[in-house]
């Protein structure tokens, strides 16, 4: 490739602040037909708010925006797509109760006032075999799986004629054999002249996506490279900004009694189908159990079931060897389980109650908080102040509604309050999704400091690297059920995403073989 | 005798049924676009008594309906505004448009009224809308009940299927759904939520005035205090019935302008019942309505209520 | 330039006291607009309200008796929406408080000894109210249905249900046709302020306001209401009972309107006739809204809308403007209020505009 190439797209300067953050500072960006740029950088790098400046959805305080060479305003998704620009968000932009055909024509101006769906349905398919892109026009959003979600996102942009593509973190939702698929539907677009942004914190898929990659750290650009220049390890040195990831040093696992017994466990989910189908799974004292698997395979009800929060509708739970099944969730806390949601703002804490409140939500029912049914407001600043400097809440004051504190803040007071109140068994769904290295850091000493005390932790995550370090066993669920428990020693990448794709583990031995030779003939 | 017996009640039925009509469909919009307008009382109040006087000093009852679907559409453009723009609480802001609704209705039921009657406007006799009968059709035993109604009864029956062809089968309806389900969504698709629910909000109290219109021009000419007896809440009961879709508004009219048709047959008929007992009946029958539809959404799982419904929406939330 | 609003970075207290006294100066304004369209002088209406509220002891007196029912509907109203419970039939609470302490003081006297038959009718009209508010409270903890519908087409129940008595069955043999009924026996009227119509109800809301302060913030339960009003799934996660919590929040909600109705009957009208309550249940959404839900804070705006209510009659008297005039301000005091609460969180920023561009020619046209 010698000629030059002239950029479809560039962004200069781009500046956005929110009330006490700057998300974006200055940050240059720029696009080639063709070719695949991947935006590198940890949770809160500011990535996805570039992003959302690009499409419109918000506003930029300083910097320009050119498209094919020429400055472009751009104030809303509309004025997005009409210059070729379309974006699938994290979460996906799909109305759950309308028709695939529906979400793919929504907001369209160019449409007939009565739009004729058969000829929709019609393009849809055509557009869908030429990108192997399976999906019938027909079915409503909730039917579909969190893949075939991403497929019809993928879709809405092609048939609105998109040229440029913005990915955000498009594999959270994948195993790692449908990330394969979306790189090959990528190269048969980026073939055809199309260009594409990948939002990743991921190394490897950066190697495996991208032409090109920008390294975000603080709001700010700090490296940018071709990707056949650089290497894994210099990206993570880029992107963390220091030598080496954290390493946890983590004595021996010695696991103690029985904390978390859980028989042929069958649960359903909010829309009354099976989430759970015959889970089985045993937690000691003293040691970590991870869940792996692809968001949505039953890891919620997982964790609420085992909470009080959901009802099973077969199989029993024990606890420390009592039957809790289909306790009310006070009984299973006074049984001793903590529990730390993944909904930190929406469960695990009342954004407008004060911190020192949130604090003692847990112990607010017994003495010396409490007495006489009457509470004691200087018993709580105590409580509170030890726990804020124990757990090193960073808050203006106690009495600070909980809300304005940072999302990493919010989850060490959570932390704080679950960990003082647990006695047997700590659930943690998520802890560390969304939160800077620092705070990521200290959530998961925090959990192994539990082991150590001879708690059992249940911790459920999306992020293998995570598990692979502080958990002692992992088993990998897929649609409610676990495929398998091997111990992290012994845990590979691609085992555990083969599992998570639905092998069983006892199946395994064949299928590595073939996965090894495939993934080797593709890269 | 049945059959006279079935055409009045049929007839009187549609008659009762009408208000409720208008404002079911504009309420069911209202609430696809993801606004709760717990102000539908008082936009009813308004429109029956804006329209009654208008009606009364013009001579025309054309007026009186423009008048009524402006003040509608005003009252509902508050709402919209403190909803919308404000972000306030739906519940609370709906029910201080009724209290304020209701408020002013009574006052101008006392100012607007000519001097001989002290400015009461209570009592006076005004233009009224007339049933139109169609040749031939009204002659058919009972069903001739549907051809011989006023022209806002007419109208009803072409309300209902645009109503329901535009929310289902046009890219406008299309995107008034995506705005109640996930404003998020609609937004990041081009829709402008703010606008589209400003629009229906709109929209909805419109038809709420007209409702109140056909009370005060049609069902009972005239003006009393309370003129609308709480039919601005059953409203609310009834899109809940029809599960928000505009074809089903019109079953919850006939149910609820049927109990009112027996009402009217039982008291005429003579009855130990003490009245009050009757006219509870609406009310009681609205609870049971709602018990029996909560239930029923448990039972199947279904959730008939637009997502977004009663959220505020606010892009740069972050 | 654009304006837009910007999330706070804390709660601004200032923007909370100033928010209800701005509204109510706008309201007024508003109300003088109307007033002009009517062809009345506002000043002249404004002042004549205010003597007739506030110029003497005995209009203060009579402001107070509009203050009374509207200070405990108000109490009540401020618990349930604490919960996020949409409780608008403390009007029909009210109504079946009256009934229940009518019955007890037409019907148990001579059965009981006259000292108990105060207390009785009383407690009897809180237990009625409870127990209205409670079947909304349970078909919304138990079987989820909206109690926004239920609570009010219970008022409208109630009303007829009483309606029905006093035309009915309770109507006074000697009363000529006037719809109630026979004067209570004087053992059962609620004492008097002396020279005025100010009964002990108001001691009941003062202690009542401040016992309800102190349970929602300093106790157990209040803590755990407080975090289900604010929060119903971290509510659930934390271990709180919420239905069992809902009920017996009504429960209470229900009984201080009960309450009114009972003073209503016994310390007012002496019997219970036609017009027991004028719409308190309603106005009492606006008195708990404008209070922010405070119990404290509910006394003081109640005697405000008392006034409102007393100066919309003298108005009548006086200027010959109908009395409703009261009602119109009450119910415009909430639109400023709702739309200034979002100044609690959020603050205005204008934008300035971009500077402007010598290559504006070369701007991509959205459109294209």
């Known amino acids: 490739m010698n000629e030059v190439k002239t950029p479809i797209l560039e962004m200069q300067g781009i500046t956005k602040r929110f009330p006490g953050v700057l998300a974006n500072d200055h940050v240059d960006l720029e696009l080639y037909p063709g070719e695949v740029l991947a935006l590198l950088g940890e949770n809160g790098a500011g990535k996805s708010t570039l992003m959302n400046v690009l499409v419109g959805l918000y506003r930029p305080d300083e910097g320009e925006i050119y498209v094919r060479g020429k400055r472009a305003e751009i104030h809303s998704p509309k004025d997005a797509a009409a210059l070729g620009i379309g974006m699938v968000h994290q979460n996906f932009m799909l109305v759950k109760t309308m028709t695939v055909a529906e979400n793919i024509i929504l907001g369209m101006s160019d449409l007939p006032f009565v739009p004729s769906m058969e000829t929709v349905g019609k393009r849809i398919t055509e557009i869908s075999k030429r990108y192997n892109l399976q999906v019938d026009p027909n079915a409503y959003i909730w039917q579909l799986s969190v893949g075939e979600q991403q497929r019809v996102e993928i879709l809405k942009l092609v048939y609105r004629g998109a040229e440029i593509l913005i990915l955000d973190e498009p594999t959270a939702v994948l195993t790692p054999q449908e990330s394969h698929e979306l790189a090959g539907v990528l190269k048969v677009m980026t073939d055809e002249g199309k260009s594409a942004i990948f939002i990743t914190h991921k190394m490897e898929e950066v190697m495996e996506f991208s032409d090109w990659v920008r390294v975000l750290q603080h709001g700010k650009l700090v490296a940018v490279r071709r990707t056949q220049d650089t290497s894994p390890q210099e990206l993570a040195r880029l992107m963390v900004g220091r030598e080496v990831l954290f390493r946890l040093d983590k004595a021996a696992c010695t696991p103690t009694e029985t904390i978390l017994e859980l028989q042929d466990v069958h649960a359903d989910d909010d829309k009354g189908l099976p989430a759970l189908r015959g889970l089985s799974l045993t937690i000691h004292g003293g040691e970590i159990v991870g869940i792996a698997g692809v968001a949505g395979n039953g890891q919620r009800q997982l964790s609420e079931v085992v909470t009080g929060l959901r009802r099973v509708t077969g199989g029993q739970v024990f606890i420390r060897r009592k039957d809790m099944t289909n306790q009310n969730p006070l009984s299973v806390i006074k049984a001793g389980v903590s529990h730390i949601p993944a909904d930190r703002i929406g469960m695990g804490a009342v954004g407008n109650m004060a911190v020192s409140e949130n604090l003692v939500m847990k112990g607010y029912r017994e003495a010396p908080i409490v007495i006489n049914g009457v509470l004691r407001p200087n018993r709580i600043l105590e409580f509170a102040h030890k726990m804020i400097e124990m757990f090193r809440i960073a808050t203006p004051t106690p009495q600070t509604r909980i809300k304005f504190l940072s999302g990493g803040n919010i989850q060490k007071a959570i932390l704080a309050r679950e960990i003082d109140a647990c006695d047997g068994l700590l659930v943690a769904v998520y802890p560390s999704r969304g939160l800077d290295v620092g705070a990521t850091e200290s959530v998961r000493r925090m959990l192994l400091a539990q082991r150590e005390e001879g708690m059992g932790v249940l911790l459920i995550s999306e992020d293998l690297e995570e598990l692979l370090t502080i958990a002692d066993r992992i088993a990998v669920m897929f649609e409610g059920q676990i495929m398998g428990v091997v111990a992290s020693d012994d845990a590979d990448v691609e085992t555990l995403g083969l599992m998570m794709a639905g092998v069983k583990r006892e199946d395994l031995a064949v299928e590595i073989e073939d996965a090894v030779s495939t993934s080797t003939a593709s890269s | ?318 | ?368």
């Open chain 2, 1 to 318: 005798m049945i059959i006279s017996l079935l055409t009045s009640v049929l007839s009187i039925t549609l008659r009762a049924g009408t208000s409720l009509v208008y404002a079911t469909v504009g309420e069911i919009y209202t609430e696809r676009s993801g606004i709760l307008n717990l102000g539908l009382e008082g936009m009813m109040l308004m429109g029956a008594v804006t329209a009654f006087a208008t009606a009364y000093y013009s001579g025309s009852v054309g007026l009186g309906l423009v008048v009524a679907l402006a003040v509608g559409a005003m009252l509902a453009a508050i709402h919209a505004f403190l909803t919308v723009t404000m972000r306030a609480n739906q519940v609370v802001s709906g029910l201080s448009i009724t209290l304020f609704g209701s408020g002013l209705a009574s006052f101008l039921g006392q100012r607007l009224g000519p001097v001989s009657n002290n400015y009461y406007l209570v009592g006076m006799v005004g233009p009224k809308f007339t049933p139109i009968r169609i040749p031939w059709l009204s002659k058919i035993p009972v069903l001739g009940a549907l051809f011989s109604q006023d022209i806002l009864t007419y109208l009803v029956y072409l309300l209902v299927p645009l109503a329901w062809f535009y929310l289902y089968k046009t890219r406008e309806g299309l995107n008034l759904r995506a705005v109640g389900e996930n404003p998020q969504t609609a937004d990041a698709m081009g829709i402008n939520v703010t606008r589209t629910r400003y629009l229906y909000t709109v929209f909805g109290g419109m038809l709420a005035g007209l409702g109140g219109a056909h009370l005060s021009l049609a069902y009972t000419p005239g003006w009393t205090e309370n003129l609308t007896g709480g039919r601005g809440w059953i409203v609310i009961a009834l899109v809940i019935f029809a599960m928000w879709n505009p074809a089903r508004a019109i079953l919850g009219a006939i149910l609820f302008g049927g109990i009112n048709a027996v009402q009217f047959r039982i008291q005429a008929a003579g009855t130990t019942i003490p009245a009050e007992f009757l006219n509870m009946l609406p009310y009681l029958l609205t609870i049971l309505v709602l018990i029996v539809m909560t239930w029923w959404e448990a039972l199947s799982k279904r959730i008939g209520a637009p997502a977004a419904l009663g959220n505020a929406y606010m892009r740069e939330d972050k």
């Open chain 3, 1 to 368: 330039m654009r304006i837009i609003f910007e999330k706070r970075q804390s709660i601004s207290r200032r923007a909370m006291v100033l928010v209800p006294v701005v509204s109510f100066l706008v309201s007024l304004l508003l109300g003088a607009i109307l007033l002009l369209i009517s062809g009345a002088n506002p000043f002249e209406t404004y002042a004549a309200m205010a003597r007739g509220t506030f110029g003497s002891t005995y209009n203060f007196s009579e402001t107070l008796v509009k203050a009374i029912p509207l200070m405990l509907t108000g109490l009540g109203v401020s618990i349930a929406f604490r919960m996020r419970f949409w409780n608008i039939g403390a009007e029909g609470q009210l109504t079946l408080g009256g009934v229940a302490a009518a019955w007890v003081a037409l019907y148990w006297a001579g059965r009981v000894p006259a000292f108990l038959l105060l207390p009785l009718a009383i407690l009897a009209g809180m237990v009625a109210g409870a127990l209205w508010a409670g079947v909304p409270a349970f078909l919304k903890a138990y079987l989820g249905v909206d109690e926004t519908l239920t609570t009010l087409m219970l008022n409208y129940v109630a009303i007829l249900f009483a309606a029905h008595l006093y035309y009915g069955p309770w109507r006074d043999p000697q009363g000529y046709g006037f719809p109630g009924t026979a004067q209570f026996d004087p053992s059962v009227w609620l004492p008097r302020l002396v020279g005025t119509r100010a009964h002990l109800g108001l001691i009941f809301a003062i202690v009542l306001a401040l016992a309800l302060w102190f349970v929602l913030n300093r106790t157990r339960w209040g803590f755990e209401l407080k975090i289900i009003g604010e929060n119903q799934v971290a509510a659930r996660y934390l271990g709180i009972g919420i239905a069992r919590n809902i009920v017996l929040a009504l429960l209470l909600s229900g009984a201080l309107s009960g309450l009114a109705g009972a003073c209503e009957v016994t310390g007012i009208s002496r019997r219970l006739q036609q017009g027991l309550s004028i719409g308190y249940g309603y106005t009492a959404i606006i008195v708990a809204w404008m209070a922010q839900l405070n119990p404290i804070a509910v006394l003081f705006v109640a005697i405000l809308m008392g006034a409102l209510l007393v100066g919309g009659d003298q108005v009548q008297m006086t200027m010959g403007l109908p009395a409703s005039m009261g009602l119109v301000l009450q119910g415009m005091i909430l639109f400023p209020m709702l739309a200034g609460s979002l100044f609690t969180e959020y603050r205005l920023r204008i934008v300035r505009p971009e500077k402007t561009d010598p290559l504006a020619s070369e701007t991509v046209e959205a459109a294209s």
